[in-house]
Each structure stands twice: as structure tokens, then as C-alpha cells.
């Protein structure tokens, strides 16, 4: 059995390190474990998981026995301006041995949301907006999200019905409550940053009705975001096409250069010498190509890290809309989110596109099939050139 526990407040690193690194944010966290029962647990070992922009330190620990007294170690988490968070949870698995036979336990633990923003001032006008409507009067902002109050020192005064908050990564989202209605508006100029907002505001409200009756409901009156989602999706695959094409004229080079290595060292190893033909000038044309091509691929690469975060954020907001939007259980949303898949790995052959794909296809010719009759075997994918 362990536990991890927050200590009193997200801090930042120190001024120098802000300067050179950007702003980052910091949270200190304890680590605890213990055997239960009267037995002892050998050959412990702590792995902690986490996704960017979080990280943590240190990742691992371990220890040869683990009895019923409590063993603590500190943990920090580091959020840098990298990424949107798409996952705020840390994974901490522990594996040990009991009586012979190994076995594992896994916990999530939440992260604190001022972990990945900052408050800032609120947007007048936004470019996206995403309205919440709720069946419990509107709360106060500032009661809701105590600890990322924003108040400039001339006014003295803060807002109740709107609030501003700054991702790390960049953008500005800000979040309205209706005085006379009991509606929330979530804007901002950057449509997949929206989406940690609106995950956290309906948790927050949840969480401050969860005694009242009838229970707290949210629903959403927007239809869902398709042709931002969809834009997202095509820049996402564009990128992907864009960094292949450039591996393949990465691979040409590669060949070229090394066949033009061999003829030189043929020519160098001739007993009877023989002019280089130009050689060496190709050869030098050729590694100029391959670096060129090798620093495109890089920007390629970062690209699509961005792309494939925004289109994980795009994802998951798309599919919690549609969950507002009508009559959904728990069970139905988590089919739905596995389709649209949220967690985008931007490094694997068989990218977003082709696990959708797949998904969405099963659907349509099992579960949501209107007949037995129209249940048959999923259509090939055939991508756009």
C-alpha cells in the first residue's frame, strides 16, 4: 500500500533558471509506502510515469524489503512550457515479491491544476468559445478557483464572473459566468486550450454540488467543434506525410552518398591514379543535401509533437462536447473517447489516423449497426496521397 500526497503550494524555480528556461512551475510531493498485513514485501520497486510537459524526478526507487512501517521519499514534478497538459496524472506503479510470486499495483494520482497555468487577465473577446450550462445557480470564480485569483494591486478588486488563466505553453483561456443564467463560457483565441478548462471547471462544479439534490448535470447547447477538429486532423496528417516524404529523400541521399564513398575509395586504391571525375565535388553536394534534409526532418519532428498534442486536446474536447451535447453514460463516453483516441503517439508507424480508423469502423459494423444484417467485416483504409 502507498500514497503521495501534495505539500502546501505549487512554487516556481529561481529567477536565473526563469530567465533561461522560461516559466516553469514546481510541486513537491511526498512518496509513501508500507506493506500491509504482518509480511514483508521483498525486492520493491516504485516506477513513476508521467507525459508532457510534466516530468519527474526521480522516476524510480527501490528497496530490498518493505515491512508495516511507513517509508516516505520526496518526489518533484516539474511542469515546463512544452505542451498543453492533455493527461494531468501522475502514474506510480510498484512490483514486489510476496512469498515467491511477483506482483504489481498501480495508482493515479491528480495533479494540481495551477501546476499548468498561471492567472492572467481576462479576455473581452475570444475567437473559440465553448458554453456550459449547469442545473445549479453559478458560483463566484474566484470561490471556485481560490488559488489562481488574479487582482492587479492598483484595483484591489477581483472579478467574480470572469477569470483569466495562462497555460504554460502559451496560450490564454478565460472562463465567464453568467450573472442572470446558470451558464459558464469558456473562450479563448487558441481552440485545443480550451480543453483542460472545461475539464476542470465541470470537475470543480461537481465536486461543490456533490450534496445537492437533484444531482449537479451539465450539458452543452454548442454543437461539437467538427470543422476545427477536422482542420487539426488534416494539419496533423499533412505532417506526417511531410516527414515521410522527407525520410524516403533522406534514405536516397543516404544510399548516394555511400555508393560515391565507394567509387573514391576504389579511385584512391588504384595503382595507377586516375582523375576524381568530379567526384568529390558530388560527394561533398551530397552530404550538404543529407545535413539540410536531416535539420528538415527535425523541425518536421517538433512539428508534429505540437500537431499531435493539439489534435490529443482537439480530441478530447470534441468528445466531452458530444458527451454535454445529449444523454450519455459513463459507459458510452468511455466507448466514445476510445475512438477518438486522445492519447496521440506522434513517433509510431501506425499513427492516429489508422487506430481511429480502425476503432470507428468496428463501431459501425457491430455495436451501433442497426441490424444483424448490416454487421460485416470493416472496409480497407485508403489514405489521401
Known sequence: QYTCAHMPHVHTPHQNEQETEG????????????????????????????????????????????????????????????????????????????????????????????????????????????????????????????????????????????????????????IVSSKSSERYRIQSDHFPAITPLVDELIARLASHWKNRAPPFCARCSDKPPLNEYFDIIDNHYKLRVSMEQCRELLKRHAQQFRAIQKRLLTRFKDKTPVGLAHLDTLLEGTFMQIMSLAEKYEMFQSDLEHSSNELACASKLTALVMKLSVVMTPEEYRTLEACLNPNVVHDSEQGWEEQSHVAISHLLHTTLAKNPKDQSAPVALVLPD
Open 23 to 174: 516559466l516553469r512551475t514546481c510541486l513537491d510531493m511526498k512518496l509513501s509506502i508500507r506493506a500491509r498485513g504482518s509480511t514483508c514485501a521483498k525486492d520493491v520497486s516504485v516506477y513513476i510515469t508521467s507525459s508532457l510537459p510534466v516530468t519527474a524526478n526521480p522516476t524510480y526507487y527501490h528497496w530490498d524489503t518493505i515491512d508495516t512501517i511507513t517509508v516516505s521519499k520526496a518526489v518533484t514534478v516539474v511542469c515546463v512550457p512544452v505542451l498543453l497538459p492533455v493527461q494531468r496524472t501522475l502514474i506510480i506503479t510498484a512490483s514486489y515479491a510476496d512469498h515467491g510470486l511477483h506482483r504489481s499495483t498501480e495508482q493515479h494520482v491528480s495533479l494540481p491544476f495551477s501546476l499548468f497555468c498561471i492567472p492572467c487577465q481576462p479576455l473581452k473577446a475570444a475567437e473559440y468559445k465553448i458554453t456550459v450550462d449547469t442545473n445549479c445557480p453559478s458560483v463566484n470564480l474566484p470561490d471556485l478557483f481560490p488559488e489562481l485569483v488574479f487582482a492587479k494591486p492598483s484595483e484591489g478588486v477581483v472579478p467574480s464572473n470572469a477569470m483569466g488563466f495562462k497555460l504554460l505553453a502559451g496560450p490564454e483561456v478565460t
